[in-house]
């Protein structure tokens, strides 16, 4: 994968791209799968051990449960999250980390601080 796309002009100044990006790099791929919205926040929220489906609702208030559903549903298909049903009355479904969504916090940690830095006009609320 090539990361030194760039412009070049020639002498009567039609400009080219040296070395397109002919597919995803990995900033994008990376992306692709913790960009989803709400799905930083619910890996957050669950870093520090498991919890159950309807606490995690409650952390994440803006988002409706089918879309935590979705968001959980797609992190445990790519191997970030685990899921654990507890056959209780009623049932509990509780959510954990796994060591790969474990090497995701970091990324996140950083993103946190960053995005704290930013000056107030530049994020969107």
Same mark, same amino acid.
């Given at each position: @994968? ?11 100044? +039609? =400009? =080219?791209?040296?070395?397109?990006? @002919? ?7 990376? @992306? ?9 926040s619910l890996l957050w929220h669950i870093?520090?051990?498991?919890? +159950?489906?309807?606490? &995690? ?9 089918? @879309?935590?559903?979705? +968001?959980? =549903?797609? /992190? ?14 009623? $049932? ?7 060591? &790969? ?9 950083? /993103? =946190?601080e960053w995005s704290e830095s930013l000056?107030?006009? $530049? $994020?969107?609320?």
């Amino acid at each position: @994968m090539r990361l030194d796309a760039h412009v070049t002009e020639d002498p009567k100044g +039609r =400009r =080219r791209v040296a070395a397109p990006c @002919m597919e995803p790099c990995a900033i994008e791929k990376g @992306m692709r799968v913790l960009g989803g919205k709400w799905t930083g926040s619910l890996l957050w929220h669950i870093k520090d051990g498991p919890v +159950r489906f309807n606490d &995690l609702a409650r952390m994440v208030g803006g988002a409706s449960k089918k @879309m935590i559903t979705e +968001r959980l =549903r797609f /992190l445990e298909a790519k191997g970030l999250v685990s899921r654990h049903v507890r056959e209780t009355s009623p $049932v509990i479904v509780e959510y954990a980390i796994t060591p &790969l969504g474990e090497t995701a916090i970091k990324v996140l940690d950083e /993103l =946190r601080e960053w995005s704290e830095s930013l000056p107030a006009d $530049v $994020v969107e609320e």
